[in-house]
């Protein structure tokens, strides 16, 4: 069964630093890999999403990943991170074989940024 | 305002009730699915659904139930609550599949078991 790691539960960063959340994914065929993001007491938000060719994606709020087939990886990175991202964070992934199944979560990455 | 909708948002529930969490979505989604969030767990699949009249399970099934009636709600059902029930629980709908496009989330459901 498809899955995907984040390494680390958790991550602090000062702010204005490079945000750098790792994601990396088990199947050999490259699947759909989603990162969303969980606000405090509310529902997850996609962020962006690898489906196709374009292997750096840009998403909403500053952020963007890279789909890298030889590492099997799908990282979440910001150039500068600012307060209001201390949040949590998922990789989420897809079987592009596997029909439609729903997506598998990864355990999360709980983002602190320190002023 | 067009989203995903779930009620309650907070319960309690005494260890061997059952109850219905509801969830609906007015964006003529064809596909639903539940979730539930444990700390260190990420989220888990606990049911979903690719249309009115089909649901299927997912990674965590045991202990709920689900249906389909109707393209707009999709609620799960606690037949005896456990203990190990108290999580957040979470709806999502897709329009045109999992895969491939996101999913809109509801804002969930936090329930204890005592």
């Known amino acids: 069964a498809q899955s995907v790691t984040q390494l680390g539960s958790h991550v602090s960063v000062s702010e204005g630093a490079l945000v750098l959340l790792r994601c990396n994914y088990s199947?050999?065929?490259?699947?759909?890999l989603f990162w969303y993001v969980q606000y405090p007491n509310q529902g997850l938000q996609l962020l962006l999403k690898?489906?196709?060719?374009?292997?750096l994606v840009k998403g909403i709020n500053g952020f963007e990943a890279e789909f890298k087939k030889s590492e099997t990886s799908f990282h979440l990175t910001k150039p500068s991170a600012h307060m209001s991202d201390a949040a949590e964070y998922f990789c989420?992934?897809?079987?592009?074989?596997?029909?439609?199944?729903?997506?598998?979560f990864g355990k999360g990455t709980r983002l602190s940024v320190i002023a | 305002n067009a989203g995903v909708t779930q009620t309650p948002k907070f319960q309690v529930l005494k260890t061997g009730q059952s109850m219905t969490l509801q969830c609906a979505q007015d964006?003529?989604?064809?596909?639903m699915s539940w979730y539930r969030q444990d700390p260190g767990m990420g989220l888990r699949l606990i049911h979903y659904?690719?249309?009115?009249?089909?649901?299927d399970q997912g990674e965590v099934p045991n202990g709920y139930n689900v249906s389909r009636s109707t393209t707009e709600d999709f609620p799960l059902r606690l037949l005896s609550a456990a203990p190990s029930q108290t999580s957040v629980y979470f709806c999502a709908s897709s329009r045109t599949g999992f895969q491939g496009s996101g999913y809109t989330f509801g804002s969930g459901t936090r329930l204890t078991v005592v």
């Open positions: 690898y489906t196709s060719a374009a292997t």
């Open positions: 199947s050999s065929v490259p699947p759909y």
């Open positions: 989420a992934v897809s079987d592009r074989n596997s029909g439609n199944t729903p997506l598998v």
């Open positions: 964006m003529n989604h064809e596909y």
């Open positions: 659904s690719v249309g009115a009249g089909i649901t």
